[in-house]
């Protein structure tokens, strides 16, 4: 069961991308994996008109709860990094750091609202928001028309850190043409529009470049 993530968007420096992608995959995310509650981890890269954008990524690590990532915190973790970990972080810019806990999961294939295992997809696609305190009114709209206009597996989590508070992610067959933000073109569709507010940037779709296993 998915019931937390910790979620890290990043861009990264292009001239050291090859060396740090080899050891993200190959040495950090093992690192992480082996500690006590981290059950899964994914690895994406962004891309933009069905291309990759070879610059920004998307990493997940999954946990048995919240307090996995909160003992110790991220801001504890950090004096404790490596030489060559340190190393790594330095080609990151732009980080937005979320720690989620996971409220409901939905398969349109099924048509039911169930507990699903790790984030396996091939592509994704993500949004991250605010709602200026109308949360109640995109919850209602995200059950009651959004999930009306998906396929697939639809996540949504909050935040517990960070600067954003929702997050919806997609789990994607392929490519979508529309994206969060365009779900669909009904009049409630449109209120929501006006009022979400996106600090981590306009959604994402991103495709898998770490194949590990769960």
């Given at each position: 069961?998915?019931?937390?993530?910790?979620?890290?968007?990043?861009?990264?420096?292009?001239?050291h991308?090859?060396?740090?992608?080899?050891?993200?995959n190959?040495?950090?995310i093992?690192?992480k994996?082996?500690?006590?509650?981290?059950?899964?981890?994914?690895?994406?890269?962004?891309?933009?008109?069905g291309?990759?954008?070879?610059?920004?990524?998307?990493?997940?690590?999954?946990?048995?709860?919240?307090?996995?990532?909160?003992?110790?915190?991220?801001?504890?973790?950090?004096?404790?990094?490596?030489?060559?970990?340190?190393?790594?972080?330095?080609?990151?810019?732009?980080?937005?750091?979320?720690?989620?806990?996971e409220?409901?999961?939905?398969?349109?294939?099924?048509?039911?609202?169930?507990?699903?295992?790790?984030?396996?997809?091939?592509?994704?696609?993500?949004?991250?928001?605010?709602t200026?305190?109308?949360?109640?009114?995109?919850?209602?709209w995200?059950?009651?028309?959004?999930?009306?206009?998906?396929?697939?597996?639809?996540?949504?989590?909050?935040?517990?850190?960070?600067?954003?508070?929702?997050?919806?992610?997609?789990?994607?067959?392929?490519?979508?043409?529309?994206?969060?933000?365009?779900?669909?073109?009904?009049?409630?569709?449109?209120?929501?529009?006006?009022?979400?507010?996106?600090?981590?940037?306009?959604?994402?779709?991103?495709?898998?470049?770490?194949?590990g296993?769960?």
């Amino acid at each position: 069961m998915a019931a937390a993530i910790w979620m890290i968007i990043y861009d990264l420096d292009q001239a050291h991308s090859d060396r740090y992608l080899q050891w993200f995959n190959e040495v950090h995310i093992p690192e992480k994996l082996a500690r006590p509650g981290y059950t899964w981890a994914a690895h994406y890269e962004v891309i933009t008109d069905g291309d990759s954008t070879g610059s920004k990524y998307v990493a997940l690590f999954g946990g048995t709860d919240s307090r996995v990532f909160y003992n110790p915190s991220p801001a504890q973790i950090k004096p404790r990094q490596s030489a060559e970990t340190r190393q790594m972080m330095s080609y990151r810019s732009n980080s937005h750091m979320l720690i989620l806990a996971e409220e409901w999961v939905f398969d349109s294939d099924s048509g039911s609202l169930e507990t699903s295992p790790s984030i396996n997809a091939e592509s994704i696609s993500l949004a991250l928001f605010n709602t200026n305190e109308n949360d109640e009114n995109l919850g209602a709209w995200l059950v009651q028309d959004y999930l009306n206009q998906t396929a697939g597996i639809t996540r949504k989590f909050l935040a517990s850190s960070g600067s954003v508070r929702h997050v919806v992610v997609q789990e994607l067959a392929e490519i979508p043409q529309k994206i969060m933000a365009d779900a669909s073109s009904t009049d409630w569709s449109a209120q929501v529009s006006d009022y979400l507010e996106y600090p981590a940037g306009t959604p994402l779709v991103a495709r898998r470049i770490w194949t590990g296993t769960d």
